[in-house]
């Protein structure tokens, strides 16, 4: 099946140690690579990857790679430069890509200076910017092509009485949750406002749903995930929005 999507995305320092050679989707192990394979694994509309590694350039995700370690420094990048631009100006004229998104870190971007120079016009093209958590939420919502998990959040209806998660049971209004949130945000100003994907607007700071969640509930943040605090606040009448 024919794809529209191209996915450019950096190698990752994480990668699986095994002897001999592995494809380079498996080969690479960080948070984005794992994400990668969970879409391959449930979906079957296939979209075209290439990495952009320090050690070989651009490669397919289907490139064989042994073990190796190397870091991407602006040196490098300057170094490849001439390459890459030269291979993605190929890939970018084989097939008539209407979805490209960049997912590099800056001194993976040095690499592919100018590349703007080489994109049709018929190209939507998205670069995944901000921390690890952002560009992970923007490659999950690119893969899936789907605000669906939006929708999903968006469509789910207010309850009246408990909502329960990990077996607690939560009963306060929607006022009362806010006004938790009003009184816990002098005390932990910082975690409060790192709203990666998600956030509830309380007065005039953007809080994020997990520590939200967290704090009418007593549970540690590690202990469930975002689109379940989403799904409690959204149920008690909470607005929860998009970043």
Not at 22 to 41: E, K, M, N, Q, W
Not at 52 to 64: F, K, N, T, V
Not at 164 to 181: F, H, M, P, Y
């Amino acid at each position: 099946m024919a794809t529209d999507k191209l996915l450019l995305i950096a190698c990752s320092q994480r990668k699986r140690t095994d002897a001999g050679l592995l494809h380079a989707i498996d080969r690479y192990d960080g948070p984005s690579f794992r994400v990668l394979r969970r879409y391959l694994r449930s979906s079957n509309l296939p979209i075209d990857i290439w990495i952009l590694s320090a050690e070989y350039g651009l490669i397919s995700s289907d490139h064989l790679l042994p073990y190796y370690d190397r870091r991407m420094t602006v040196g490098r990048a300057r170094v490849l430069h001439s390459r890459i631009i030269s291979d993605l100006e190929i890939i970018l004229s084989n097939k008539p890509y209407k979805n490209f998104l960049i997912c590099l870190g800056r001194d993976y971007l040095e690499s592919i200076k100018g590349y703007e120079n080489l994109v049709p016009d018929n190209i939507s093209v998205k670069e995944a910017a901000g921390g690890l958590g952002r560009k992970l939420s923007i490659l999950h919502d690119w893969l899936y092509d789907s605000s669906s998990r939006l929708k999903k959040i968006e469509h789910i209806p207010s309850l009246k009485g408990k909502v329960s998660l990990r077996g607690i049971e939560i009963n306060l209004t929607s006022k009362q949750i806010i006004e938790v949130a009003r009184k816990a945000i002098a005390l932990e100003k910082k975690k409060v406002t790192q709203c990666q994907s998600w956030y509830v607007r309380v007065d005039n700071q953007l809080i994020a749903p997990k520590w939200l969640v967290s704090q009418i509930t007593g549970l540690p943040v590690n202990q469930f995930v975002t689109e379940e605090a989403c799904r409690v606040l959204t149920q008690l009448g909470v607005q929860v929005e998009r970043v």
